[in-house]
């Protein structure tokens, strides 16, 4: 049985998620849009990765996108922590270049359910976090008619079901839209 996409996004809010692969930046920006609100993205300053918030202006108004540039990891999850606990914004996208540790973890899950804030960490590619509430892993999906489709491959999920979707952000309808793969 196919279960679509729309059954598993948004992820729940009040958690937190981990995302990691080369569109990770993409699904970020698809929850931002879905969520709506203001919009906390905390980064490690040292990151060569230069965010423009004008380059989200195809999801959200870059006037409710926030980046904050922090020293070092330690910083980013203290940040992270507080503003997901602060009911001021409705997701909190980390970029993370280290594991979170279980302690962490719990730590942004907590502040996650007490703020009422959904949050999202970027990570590397294997180093997830056991408290992660679900983990999806993002990637461009090669076709020669469509060059924004997307795969999300829901790839670890406490509600236990997974699953591999072919989806592309559709910028007139302002909403993600689930496509079938290549000849089916």
């Not at 976090?129 to 491959?153: G, H, I, M, Y």
């Not at 829901?154 to 007139?172: A, C, F, Q, Y």
């Amino acid at each position: 049985m196919h279960i679509p996409v729309l059954h598993f996004f948004p992820p729940a809010s009040a958690r937190t998620h981990e995302v990691c692969g080369p569109s990770a930046y993409g699904f970020a920006c698809a929850l931002a849009a879905r969520l709506g609100g203001q919009t906390l993205w905390v980064r490690e300053a040292w990151d060569a990765v230069q965010l423009n918030p004008n380059g989200f202006s195809d999801f959200i108004d870059p006037a409710t996108l926030t980046i904050c540039d922090t020293k070092d990891q330690k910083d980013a999850l203290a940040v992270a922590e507080e503003a997901l606990r602060s009911n001021a914004v409705t997701l909190v996208v980390i970029a993370l270049s280290q594991p979170i540790g279980l302690t962490a973890g719990r730590r942004l899950q907590l502040a996650a359910r007490d703020g009422k804030a959904t949050g999202l960490a970027i990570i590397p590619e294997g180093m997830g976090s056991n408290a992660a509430e679900t983990r999806w892993r993002c990637s461009p999906a090669f076709d020669a008619k469509d060059s924004t489709l997307q795969t999300w491959e829901l790839i670890k999920n406490k509600s236990g079901t997974l699953g591999v979707w072919h989806v592309r952000w559709d910028t007139t309808a302002h909403r993600l839209i689930m496509v079938s793969p290549a000849g089916n």
